[in-house]
């Protein structure tokens, strides 16, 4: 089925190079997990909320190295265009089941890019009163930013190139690869 959103090719012009292997992102979260866990040790009970779809590998991979409480819920968060492109604009097409008031909750996100994203989400999740909020990213486009956004811990910080795989996608494609690859066209 072809989507209106689906433009990659299905015999993609373009290769994949491995970035950051499997193997050096499960090292990484090993030692992200017991940051978080030192910094939430006292909670009841830690939200971990993850943007969908991107943050979904990571999510699964981070919640299985920590040693708390947690529950797990989705936001899915999407900026939109249509003659808005330049006000980014983001907009919740899918809200979290429960409530976040009085709660710690960790945010999971793919890629800081722009930093729109996040920095929207993190306002909005705010407005719920939350005990503590934090966020954490796999990975981070620092030279693309353009709002002063930055999670409060980062996987990688990578340099302007079009990634996909580990949860990330290109128009749909290639978010079951295992390891972070860099888009490269033929
Ligand atoms: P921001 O609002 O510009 O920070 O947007 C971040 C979102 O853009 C991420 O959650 C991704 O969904 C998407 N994105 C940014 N860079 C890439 C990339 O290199 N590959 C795929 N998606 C990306
Ligand atoms: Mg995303």
């Known amino acids: 089925m072809t989507q209106a959103n689906d433009t990659a ?5 373009y290769v994949i190079d491995v970035m950051i292997s ?3 992102i499960a090292a990484r979260i090993e030692d992200l997990a017991k940051t978080i866990q ?3 040790k006292d909670t009841d009970k ?3 909320v993850g943007l969908l779809r991107g943050s979904f590998v990571f999510i699964a991979d981070l919640v299985r190295e920590l040693d708390l409480p947690v529950e797990v819920d989705f936001l899915e968060a999407s ?6 492109e330049s006000s ?3 907009r919740i097409l899918k809200d979290l089941r429960g409530q976040i008031e009085g709660r710690d909750v960790l945010v999971v996100e793919d890629i800081v890019d722009t930093g729109h994203t996040l920095h929207q989400v993190i306002d909005m999740l705010n407005t719920r009163k939350p ?9 981070d486009k620092p030279s693309r930013r353009e709002v002063d956004m930055k999670a409060d811990w980062t996987g990688f910080e990578i340099p302007d190139e079009f990634v996909v795989g580990y949860g990330i996608d ?3 494609r290639n978010r079951n690869l295992p390891f972070i690859g860099k888009v490269r066209f033929t």
């Open 170 to 172: 290109y128009a749909q």
């Open 88 to 90: 980014r604009e983001v």
């Open 38 to 40: 030192s910094e939430f």
């Open 46 to 48: 830690l939200v971990v």
């Open 79 to 84: 900026s939109y265009g249509d003659g808005m």
């Open 131 to 139: 005990a503590r909020l934090r966020s954490i990213a796999l990975l």
């Open 22 to 24: 499997a193997k050096s």
């Open 9 to 13: 090719p299905a015999s993609p012009p």
